[in-house]
């Protein structure tokens, strides 16, 4: 009987394995942060997500990599679709020195949302800056000139009389909060809204699907295609082709669960006539003839026995009843 459940077992494991989403593409976990779909662990396996949403995962931090910058991921909200993000160079520290100007871009798969507002910090200044609004910051170490920082105005750091000027989003909350400190507000980030940015992708999760983008090699660029469970790659799932794709799927399955089960079953009988006939030929023939030897010898000395004894006890006759 043992033999026979193969088969039910490796049908089993043939549907699960062909109903399955890619390993690669699977949930992950970095820095107690839940990594998943429309995000990617981008070190793992192909672009399982939107392009730009590869999240990599160094020393046990989420990092994600926008307009060639690195931001520390810090929360992501699947319910509402939106990431808060930390620049790199300001996270953790009383005395950010930053580098990059997050700079709106309409084409991006992340756009910053109504809730934050920008902080501007200059730096190399040679004269001070005539602003209420303007903080100075001393003490940092490596600071051998004065650094400012106010509220962005559009003004570039030439105004100032400043060398450079880098502006940061941060969360607008924070910064209306009563003396937060500069490394308090750059630490807690800003917030980005992730949406589908194109008309196939959004077909696609309609459709029940997860979006895929491959990087083609010949010209450097991103191929679409809409992963379903069934394992159909393109178009959107439960389109012709996907049902098509599905079908195929479940005959192959069929065909070599019944192969497997056919071959076992042939197993079973081959193993079967094997032990029962383990014995000789010549052996169950003498056997078969001392039985039946045996039981002829019993039933000759029987019969004969009988007809001794009746001979005995009856009266010979012969001649005398026609005397």
Not at 61 to 79: E, G, K, S
Request: aromatic letters at 8%; charged letters at 20%.
């Amino acid at each position: 009987m043992r033999y026979l459940l193969l088969p039910a077992v490796l049908v089993l494991f043939a549907t699960a394995t062909a109903g399955a989403y890619a390993a690669s593409c699977s949930n992950a976990t970095c820095g107690g942060q839940s990594i998943a779909y429309p995000f990617w662990l981008a070190n793992s396996g192909p672009n399982c997500g939107y392009p730009g949403l590869g999240v990599s995962c160094k020393e046990n931090a989420p990092i994600l990599d926008h307009q060639f910058h690195q931001f520390r991921v810090l929360r992501i909200d699947y319910a509402n679709h939106t990431v808060s993000l930390a620049d790199v160079d300001a996270w953790n520290t009383t005395c950010p020195r930053l580098t990059f100007n997050l700079s709106p871009d309409p084409n991006s798969w992340l756009q910053l949302t109504a809730s934050n507002s920008n902080l501007t910090l200059l730096y190399n200044c040679k004269t001070s800056v005539a602003r209420t609004s303007a903080v100075r910051l001393d003490g940092c170490p490596g600071q051998d000139t004065t650094w400012y920082v106010l509220p962005d105005d559009g003004a570039t750091g030439k105004a100032y009389g400043c060398e450079e000027a880098v502006t940061t989003p941060v969360q607008l909350s924070l910064h209306r909060l009563a003396n937060p400190s500069l490394g308090e507000v750059l630490s807690d980030g800003f917030e980005m809204r992730y949406d589908a940015k194109s008309e196939r992708c959004g077909a696609c999760e309609r459709s029940g699907g997860r979006c895929r983008y491959g990087r083609i090699e010949e010209h450097g660029g991103t191929e679409f295609a809409c992963v379903c469970d069934d394992g159909a790659n393109e178009r959107q799932c439960g389109d012709a082709r996907s049902l098509r794709l599905k079908r195929q799927k479940l005959y192959k399955i069929a065909s070599t669960s019944s192969a497997i089960l056919i071959c076992l079953l042939f197993f079973a009988c081959l193993l079967g006539y094997k032990k029962f006939y383990s014995f000789s030929p010549s052996r169950h023939g003498s056997s078969f003839q001392e039985h039946v030897g045996v039981s002829l010898s019993l039933l000759a000395g029987h019969v004969g026995s009988g007809s001794s004894r009746e001979d005995a006890g009856l009266p010979r006759h012969d001649g005398d009843l026609l005397r």
